[in-house]
């Protein structure tokens, strides 16, 4: 498990990096994380109808040029095909208030994930989550456990 904010990740693509392929251990420690991992889980809230900075500045800085994309024959192309994706992002207003916004929201995530040839197994979102009631907030954390087992078994 990795939590961005504990370990106080930096997510500041620097010119180094970006330019001169200059990766540091942090950041290849977790490029293996993810080699060895069948399924990523990523778990996020939705801020200003996106992911928060730090995921962005995250798959920026690990996701990069020669881990997760490549030049193949001359294209380019994803490198992560054996790997699976189950997304969990929480947000603050109902689905009626975001149903015209979350399809978006989901492709710009996913469509990264599906970039590097990730499978994207599931995007559940979460609604209201300040707001519910208990009863549906215990609904909500049921499920999580199902929604993984069924990610699993997803070939």
């Known amino acids: 498990?990795?939590?961005?904010?504990?370990?106080?990740?930096?997510?500041?693509?620097?010119?180094?990096?970006?330019?001169?392929?200059?990766?540091?251990?942090?950041?290849?420690?977790?490029?293996?994380?993810?080699?060895?991992?069948d399924l990523i889980i990523f778990i996020h809230p939705l801020w200003w109808y996106n992911f928060p900075a730090i995921l962005k500045g995250f798959i920026d800085r690990v996701f990069s040029y020669g881990f997760a994309y490549g030049e193949v024959n001359g294209k380019i192309e994803g490198l992560l095909n054996e790997k699976?994706?189950?997304?969990?992002?929480?947000?603050?207003?109902?689905?009626e208030k975001c149903k015209n916004v979350c399809p978006?929201?989901?492709?710009?995530?996913?469509?990264?994930?599906?970039?590097c040839k990730m499978k994207v197994v599931e995007h559940k979102l979460f609604y209201a989550v300040e707001y519910i009631s208990d009863e549906l907030r215990k609904k909500y954390l049921k499920e999580v456990p199902e929604i993984i087992k069924r990610a699993l078994e997803v070939k």
């Open 104 to 115: 978006c929201v989901s492709k710009t995530i996913t469509s990264i994930f599906e970039f």
């Open 1 to 37: 498990m990795v939590d961005l904010y504990a370990e106080k990740f930096n997510p500041v693509l620097e010119y180094d990096e970006l330019y001169k392929g200059k990766i540091g251990e942090k950041v290849i420690s977790y490029q293996e994380k993810i080699k060895q991992a």
């Open 84 to 95: 699976k994706v189950l997304i969990f992002t929480t947000l603050g207003e109902s689905e």
